[in-house]
């Protein structure tokens, strides 16, 4: 995280003896005229400094050591992206998570940053694609169970239907969770209680994608097991729905303890979190990789039924249109 500590200097020299000399340049800071206009140290510095941790007050003393801005000049202080880069370093290294946070928010407010909230235009965003997923899907499995000739499920409707499920789930688990927690907004802006719990909800929004993407290729294997097994060798189609499931079994394990214990998922960045987990970058790159494999090859299954079809070949571009619109 970047933190914008500067706004905290200008109380640093009556609290931090060692930074009194003032800046690089030479004279004293309390006889440098501020060159716009900012908080006296004595109406808002202690205040400020009230707010920050032990730990960031050396990496600020230090900072505001070599600035080339004046103790008292606040927004030079805040733009100084050297001096906010070399206190960014320092508090990663000295400070707790919570700390470190505690201190992006008091130098945050005191450098009057512009506090951003998207998370209205994300929830628009979700319910409009979540609405126009379940009235899709709601729509399909109505006409199979009560137009369709059988009048019943067949084993990738029952799977979509799991997948419909899911949807509805996660789409209240991100707006009665994750937006209600922090997500679209500046992490200074959050309290820590408010960051756990939202990783705790985006934990569990990992585990509902595998599964309901699992399900999705195990629903569309399912459905050539239905539809070709006259053309495509059955073992072929069958060892597809096998090798889909165990993948989602797979995945889906491994992302329920991908750390140890499983609440050290949700606990780790706070202090005395204690436990280990996975590199979760490699698996999230492992399960893409598999996944993109399993899609090409699910592609590959119906073309392989189409090009021999006695058709003119503008049907069967619109045949192979269908499917791979279906697979995609």
Same mark, same amino acid.
């Given at each position: 995280?970047?933190?914008?500590?500067?706004?905290?200097?200008? &109380?640093?020299? *009556?609290?931090?003896?060692?930074?009194?000399?003032?800046?690089?340049?030479? &004279? !004293? %800071?309390?006889?440098?005229? @501020?060159? @716009?206009?900012?908080?006296?140290?004595?109406?808002?510095?202690?205040?400020?400094?009230?707010?920050?941790?032990?730990?960031?007050?050396?990496?600020?003393?230090?900072?505001?050591?070599?600035?080339?801005?004046?103790? #008292?000049?606040?927004?030079?202080?805040?733009?100084?992206?050297?001096?906010?880069?070399?206190?960014?370093?320092?508090?990663?290294?000295?400070?707790?998570? @919570?700390?470190?946070?505690?201190?992006?928010?008091?130098?945050?407010?005191?450098?009057?940053?512009?506090?951003?909230?998207?998370?209205?235009?994300?929830?628009?965003?979700?319910?409009?694609?979540?609405?126009?997923?379940?009235?899709?899907?709601?729509?399909?499995?109505?006409?199979?169970?009560?137009?369709?000739?059988?009048?019943?499920?067949? %084993?990738? #409707?029952?799977?979509?239907?799991?997948?419909?499920?899911?949807?509805? *789930? &996660?789409?209240?688990?991100?707006?009665?969770?994750?937006?209600?927690?922090?997500?679209?907004?500046?992490?200074?802006?959050?309290?820590?209680?408010?960051?756990?719990?939202?990783?705790? =909800?985006?934990?569990?929004?990992?585990?509902? =994608?595998?599964?309901?993407? @699992?399900?999705?290729?195990?629903?569309?294997?399912?459905? =050539?097991?239905?539809?070709?097994?006259?053309?495509?060798?059955?073992?072929?189609?069958?060892?597809?729905?096998?090798?889909?499931?165990?993948?989602?079994?797979?995945?889906?394990?491994? *992302?329920?303890?991908?750390?140890?214990?499983?609440?050290? =998922?949700?606990?780790?960045?706070? #202090?005395?979190?204690?436990?280990?987990?996975?590199?979760?970058?490699?698996?999230?790159?492992?399960?893409?990789?598999?996944?993109? *494999?399993?899609?090409?090859?699910?592609?590959?299954? !119906?073309?392989?039924?189409?090009?021999?079809?006695?058709?003119?070949?503008?049907?069967?571009? &619109?045949?192979?249109?269908?499917?791979?619109?279906?697979?995609?």
């Amino acid at each position: 995280m970047r933190l914008p500590f500067w706004a905290v200097l200008a &109380g640093a020299p *009556a609290l931090l003896p060692s930074v009194t000399a003032g800046p690089s340049t030479g &004279g !004293p %800071a309390a006889s440098s005229p @501020s060159p @716009s206009p900012s908080p006296s140290p004595e109406s808002s510095a202690s205040i400020i400094i009230a707010k920050l941790p032990p730990c960031a007050i050396p990496c600020i003393a230090s900072a505001v050591a070599n600035s080339t801005c004046s103790p #008292d000049d606040i927004p030079c202080l805040c733009a100084d992206k050297t001096a906010n880069e070399e206190g960014t370093i320092c508090v990663e290294a000295r400070c707790s998570f @919570s700390d470190g946070l505690s201190t992006k928010n008091a130098t945050q407010t005191a450098c009057q940053a512009p506090i951003r909230d998207r998370s209205a235009e994300f929830n628009n965003t979700v319910i409009a694609l979540g609405v126009i997923t379940i009235v899709i899907t709601v729509t399909r499995l109505v006409f199979k169970q009560f137009f369709h000739p059988t009048k019943t499920f067949s %084993a990738d #409707d029952w799977a979509i239907l799991g997948t419909l499920v899911i949807c509805i *789930a &996660g789409l209240v688990i991100i707006l009665r969770g994750m937006t209600a927690n922090g997500l679209g907004r500046d992490v200074w802006t959050v309290t820590p209680a408010q960051i756990s719990r939202f990783v705790l =909800y985006f934990y569990v929004m990992e585990i509902l =994608y595998l599964a309901g993407i @699992s399900l999705v290729k195990l629903s569309i294997s399912l459905f =050539y097991l239905r539809l070709f097994t006259a053309a495509v060798r059955p073992a072929v189609l069958r060892a597809t729905v096998a090798f889909n499931l165990l993948y989602g079994l797979i995945f889906v394990t491994g *992302a329920i303890f991908q750390c140890i214990p499983v609440d050290f =998922y949700w606990d780790q960045f706070f #202090d005395p979190a204690e436990g280990v987990c996975i590199n979760i970058n490699l698996y999230g790159w492992l399960n893409a990789a598999i996944g993109l *494999a399993i899609d090409l090859w699910m592609i590959a299954l !119906p073309m392989s039924q189409v090009l021999p079809l006695r058709l003119h070949w503008k049907k069967k571009v &619109g045949v192979a249109i269908m499917f791979l619109l279906g697979t995609l």
